[in-house]
């Protein structure tokens, strides 16, 4: 298992489209992405996102971290 380093809320969102997420909108400092089969996600669109809310993130999309890490 690889190691979560603190990234952007918007590299982070960048990572995800990459698996098929697409921007809906934004909500204050929150952007919502979409995916039609897998739940919607919440990203802080913060300088640094914690590992715990990163690794949450990931639980909740089914992306393992070494896949998210490959596209980092």
């Known amino acids: 298992m690889g190691i979560l380093t603190n990234i952007s809320g918007k590299k982070g969102v960048k990572i995800f489209c990459n698996f ?3 921007v809906d909108h934004q909500t204050g400092s929150h952007i ?5 089969n897998k739940p919607t996600l919440s990203v ?10 990163l690794r949450s993130l990931l639980r909740k999309s089914g992306i393992s971290v070494d896949e998210f890490i490959k596209f980092k």
Not at 32 to 36: D, E, G, M, R, S
Not at 44 to 53: K, M, S, T, Y
Request: glycine share 12%; no cysteine.
């Open 32 to 36: 919502i992405l979409y995916h039609p």
């Open 20 to 22: 098929g997420y697409v």
């Open 44 to 53: 802080p669109n913060h300088r640094e996102l914690a590992p715990g809310l």
